[in-house]
Nanobody, 128 residues
Framework: QVQLVESGGGLVQAGGSLRLSCAAS????????LGWFRQAPGKEREFVAG????????YYADSVKGRFTISRDNAKNTVYLQMNSLKPEDTAVYYC?????????????????????WGQGTQVTVSS
């Protein structure tokens, strides 16, 4: 059974930092495109950051570009999201996701519906 488990969320003041982790089990994701999404109350789940299977390509939503960094450790089957200079508008539940199908190892997937596996989410709250 495939599982993605996020951790690292919490309450932080504006300008602070958090590092989210997402550990996968049940299969290896060393060649899979991975991503982070978030969902604020009353809003759609939106793309935040994605990383290709090879780890050489990354893509970010404009709202987080320059502040967030996605990375992966294939040996640990884990993907990370380093979040710096956090703003109150970053408050949301953050989800990691993985693509099941085989695609080019340099492709980043940004479309929510193209992801097959999802974690349960971790709450990030940024106070002003």
């Amino acid at each position: 059974q495939v599982q993605l488990v996020e951790s690292g969320g919490g309450l932080v003041q504006a300008g602070g930092s958090l590092r989210l982790s997402c550990a996968a089990s049940g299969r290896t994701f060393s060649s899979s495109a991975l991503g982070w999404f978030r969902q604020a109350p009353g809003k759609e789940r939106e793309f935040v950051a994605g990383i290709s299977g090879s780890g050489t390509s990354r893509y970010y939503a404009d709202s987080v570009k320059g502040r967030f960094t996605i990375s992966r450790d294939n040996a640990k089957n884990t993907v990370y999201l380093q979040m710096n200079s956090l703003k109150p508008e970053d408050t949301a539940v953050y989800y990691c996701a993985a693509v099941r199908r085989l695609i080019s190892s340099r492709v980043v997937v940004t479309v929510r519906d193209e992801y097959d596996y999802w974690g349960q989410g971790t709450q990030v709250t940024v106070s002003s």
